[in-house]
């Protein structure tokens, strides 16, 4: 149980495109939804909190305007990377959680690449 | 705020020896302590956590971590390495409640046959 789905698994797109990404808790209602980034050889830091049906919480830093995330379900949110260019590249991995638990389960990753 | 300290980005350890990685944590609050597991291209995976029940952890893959708080510590450890314990390790912490958690720079381990 707890599985958590990434789509796309890897992503290229040419700098100034937009790129959607998904994830999806598939057994399970995920009440809250978190995104990180990762460096190569670095750790993860948290970009945004999504809450079901309301607006996403960002971390200081975190482009509001870039980094577009909507929460429209319970198993579903997106992160929509608009305008890309190559700093953005990077590797994206969401997390699902339901409830108050307070475990989160994450997703596979997905690699953007922006050319 | 919390934060995760992780020292020594990468750690080789012979296969059958003793894994042992630190992590040592900031808190203002009661902390949750997470120890996850990363393989290449891969997301995270838990391997054990700490909640405030007892303080030693015992997780999958037969690895087990200490809670001490007198030591703001969250080692991880496992008796005998094996070739797929290769892997990054990270540690994170998190207030009561798990959100936001803060994770450390990471282990990248390497088993010497």
């Known amino acids: 149980g707890a599985v958590v789905s990434q789509h796309p698994s890897w992503v290229i797109c040419k700098s100034g495109t937009s790129v959607k990404i998904e994830c999806r808790s598939l057994?399970?209602?995920?009440?809250?939804m978190f995104w990180y980034r990762q460096f190569p050889k670095q750790s993860l830091m948290l970009m945004a909190t999504?809450?079901?049906?309301?607006?996403?919480t960002y971390e200081q830093g975190v482009e509001k305007d870039k980094f577009l995330i909507n929460h429209a379900s319970l198993t579903l949110s997106t992160l929509t990377v608009t305008s890309a260019h190559p700093e953005d590249s990077s590797f994206y991995i969401c997390?699902?959680?339901w409830g108050q638990g307070y475990e989160q389960y994450f997703g596979p990753g997905t690699r953007l690449t922006v050319t | 705020a919390q934060s995760v300290t992780q020292l020594g980005s990468h750690v080789s350890v012979s296969e059958g020896a003793l894994v042992l990685l630190r992590c040592n944590y900031s808190?203002?609050?009661?902390?949750?302590l997470f120890w996850y597991v990363q393989y290449p291209n891969q997301g995270l995976q838990l391997l054990l956590k700490?909640?405030?029940?007892?303080?030693l952890v015992k997780g999958i893959n037969g690895f087990e971590a200490e809670f001490k708080k007198s030591e703001t510590s969250f080692h991880l450890t496992k008796p005998s390495a094996h070739m797929s314990d290769a892997a990054e390790y990270f540690c994170?912490?998190?207030?009561?409640?798990?959100?936001?958690?803060?994770f450390g720079k990471g282990n990248q381990v390497v088993v010497i046959p």
């Open positions: 997390s699902a959680r």
């Open positions: 808190s203002s609050v009661p902390p949750y």
């Open positions: 700490y909640t405030s029940a007892a303080t």
């Open positions: 994170a912490v998190s207030g009561p409640g798990g959100n936001r958690l803060a």
């Open positions: 057994d399970f209602q995920a009440t809250t």
């Open positions: 999504s809450n079901e049906g309301s607006k996403a």
